[in-house]
């Protein structure tokens, strides 16, 4: 059985940088599709970067284009994602996600069904 164990997160002045990690156990990602999504307060939860099977092929959403980069570690059976240039907007708890990967040229940044437990990333001044 998939689990995800999430580290990472914390606070952070807007500018600045963070990395999350997301661990599976229970299998290998080698076959699995894996995403971050973030909800905050009040609003609905977010598609922010997926990953095909062994780092082939990403997808981002575009409030984070250009900032945040999705890559995966096989070896360590763990995703990470690292965010640069953080905004104030990029406040809210943070999900991995993962799901059996059907197409490993694109993944979608909706539908996942195994969710890690979520971590907070506040960006304040």
């Known amino acids: 059985q998939l689990q995800l164990v999430q580290s990472g997160g914390g606070s952070v002045q807007p500018g600045g940088s963070l990395t999350l990690s997301c661990a599976a156990s229970?299998?290998?990602?080698?076959?699995?599709?894996v995403g971050w999504f973030r909800q905050a307060p009040g609003k609905e939860r977010e598609g922010v970067a997926c990953i095909t099977p062994n780092g082939g092929t990403t997808n981002y959403g575009n409030s984070v284009k250009g900032r945040f980069t999705i890559s995966e570690d096989s070896a360590k059976n763990t995703v990470y994602l690292q965010m640069d240039s953080l905004k104030p907007e990029d406040t809210a708890i943070y999900y991995c996600a993962a799901d059996f990967s059907i197409d490993s040229s694109k993944c979608m940044l909706y539908g996942m069904r195994s969710w890690g437990e979520g971590t907070l990333v506040t960006v304040s001044s």
């Open positions: 229970g299998v290998s990602l080698e076959d699995y599709d």
